[in-house]
């Protein structure tokens, strides 16, 4: 087995005991360029999200990046996307969540993103 379906075994089994519990899935997901974050229902309706792409993060992201080196910058948008994420869901009134990490090990990005969501109010 190669990288790529170790982590969708591991993602769909994760998949399926949150479907069984029927909670809000906060969904996180990354590429090599870009993070994305999304709070779905168990219905599979997309109700917050957040990412990388986003005009707003795009700016503050063009403020920082004259002072700091990549991998800095990249922990910082993992932080802000955490945070933005918990914002929104919170003003929909979702305070309790099941975290999906896609199948990716929890370090790095997805346990920066995660530790902001959970500081800006969410709980899983």
């Known amino acids: 087995?190669?990288?790529?379906?170790?982590r969708l075994r591991r993602s769909?089994?994760?998949?399926?005991?949150?479907?069984?519990?029927?909670?809000?899935?906060?969904?996180?997901?990354k590429t090599?360029?870009?993070?994305?974050?999304?709070i779905i229902n168990y219905n599979m309706k997309i109700l917050v999200s957040s990412s990388s792409l986003e005009s707003e993060v795009k700016l503050i992201i063009a403020n920082y990046k004259k002072?700091?080196?990549n991998k800095k910058i990249n922990f910082f948008?993992?932080?802000?996307?955490?945070?933005?994420?918990a914002k929104k869901s919170l003003k929909i009134g979702i305070k309790k969540v099941a975290f999906d990490r896609s199948g990716?090990?929890?370090?790095?990005?997805?346990?920066l993103l995660a530790e902001s969501a959970?500081?800006?109010?969410?709980?899983?």
């Open 12 to 29: 769909f089994s994760t998949r399926i005991k949150i479907a069984k519990k029927k909670k809000f899935r906060f969904v996180v997901n």
């Open 67 to 69: 002072n700091f080196f």
């Open 77 to 85: 948008i993992s932080k802000l996307i955490g945070k933005r994420i």
């Open 118 to 124: 959970r500081k800006a109010g969410l709980k899983f």
């Open 104 to 111: 990716f090990k929890y370090h790095g990005h997805i346990k």
């Open 1 to 6: 087995m190669n990288k790529k379906k170790i």
């Open 32 to 38: 090599n360029l870009h993070i994305y974050a999304n």
